[in-house]
């Protein structure tokens, strides 16, 4: 039998000692000598490289960016971070929003809940202090306001909303894709804004109680997505839409104004779950353009295979204003979003038609701060 051969430590190999890290190791608070935490021994070199790398990588997502095929999903966590959820019930004819926004001020961290339903165009919030958002895994534990894991949902707001559900994902975005949602602004540091939607299709079990009425969310189509950064854009709109005649379709939509004076731009994203497929098309990949106003969204993108327009309308409905948590505690602004609205869906492939269709229960928004 071989002796297996004994492979050298990288800085090794290299010709380097482990004094040629200790001006990284120190600056990550640590040493060559440094000792395991209650052994009287001292931490091996590969102990200490892993150390040193989680507190780089703790550092770096707190700015915002992510590396290349990291996982958005845990807690950066940013100034601000705000997660949604979607229950569309085509046949029904309801809609469901639940978002989350986490605000860890540096004095007085805290989290806001808001739930809207259609119809009845009700809308709830509530705040409690502190965000409970786990750094490590898709995780909120802000009670009594949400609970979150990967597959569980609770949520209660005040006394009249009371979510409370089991999620099975089989569709989102794909988990070894080189870039989140953001595209490659999400290796950029210090933006103002985030945006990755991750799930477009899950199995769900549970009820939500709306007042004295209760719904079984059972066969709903279910969207979620996450958004963290600086704060909220100066000026920004959004939509999502399930509910086509083609159950496997899911899109979404995201824009705004982005960057300081002069240098502020208009820079948006769309995204489509088609048939298990996920199509992203998002700058400099792709090229996307939006006009949005008088009760309007239109917006397209182009990529070297895919041509995708949408065109939303308010269909005559009043918008909801959605309370939106500002960056100082306890402040709000608000966004004005329609829950029903009408939105048409082209998708060509390689210059043919995929899909064209229409939902008549979008989610469709426009908001400034």
Not at 60 to 77: F, I, Q, Y
Not at 93 to 100: D, E, I, P
Not at 160 to 181: I, N
Not at 234 to 249: E, S, T, Y
């Amino acid at each position: 039998m071989s002796t297996p051969r004994r492979r050298d430590a990288p800085h090794r190999a290299a010709g380097l000692s482990a004094s040629h890290h200790a001006p990284a190791l120190r600056a990550a608070g640590l040493s060559a000598s440094h000792h395991a935490p209650g052994l009287g021994v001292p931490e091996s070199e590969h102990m200490l490289r892993h150390r040193w790398w989680a507190r780089l990588r703790r550092r770096w997502r707190a700015t915002g960016a992510d590396l290349p095929r990291g996982d958005p999903l845990p807690a950066h966590p940013a100034p601000m971070e705000g997660y949604l959820w979607r229950f569309t019930d085509p046949v029904g004819g309801r809609v469901l929003l639940l978002a989350c926004g986490v605000n860890h001020h540096p004095r007085r961290p805290w989290t806001t809940v808001v739930a809207a339903a259609h119809p009845g165009g009700l809308v709830r919030s509530a705040s409690v202090e502190g965000t409970g958002a786990d750094t490590t895994a898709y995780r909120i534990a802000a009670h009594p306001a949400i609970e979150l894991t990967r597959d569980r949902l609770r949520a209660r707001v005040g006394d009249e909303v009371d979510l409370r559900c089991a999620l099975r994902p089989y569709h989102t975005w794909p988990p070894r894709r080189f870039l989140h949602g953001s595209g490659v602004f999400s290796l950029v540091p210090g933006l103002d804004h985030y945006w990755h939607p991750h799930l477009f299709g899950a199995t769900v079990e549970g009820t939500v109680r709306l007042r004295d009425r209760t719904w079984d969310l059972a066969g709903c189509q279910v969207y979620a997505e996450k958004s963290w950064g600086r704060g909220f854009p100066r000026a920004w709109w959004w939509g999502q839409a399930h509910g086509f005649d083609r159950q496997d379709l899911c899109v979404a939509f995201a824009g705004g104004l982005l960057g300081r004076g002069r240098l502020t731009v208009p820079v948006g994203g769309l995204v489509v779950g088609i048939g298990g497929r996920t199509v992203s098309l998002v700058p400099p990949g792709a090229w996307v353009r939006a006009r949005v106003g008088d009760g309007s969204w239109h917006v397209s993108g182009r990529s070297p295979r895919y041509q995708i327009e949408m065109t939303g309308t308010a269909a005559g409905d009043r918008p909801l204003r959605l309370p939106v948590p500002l960056l100082d505690p306890y402040r709000f602004g608000h966004s004005l979003q329609h829950l029903s609205g009408r939105l048409e869906v082209r998708i060509r492939r390689d210059g043919r038609l995929l899909y064209a269709g229409t939902s008549h229960l979008a989610g469709l928004e426009t908001g400034g701060v």
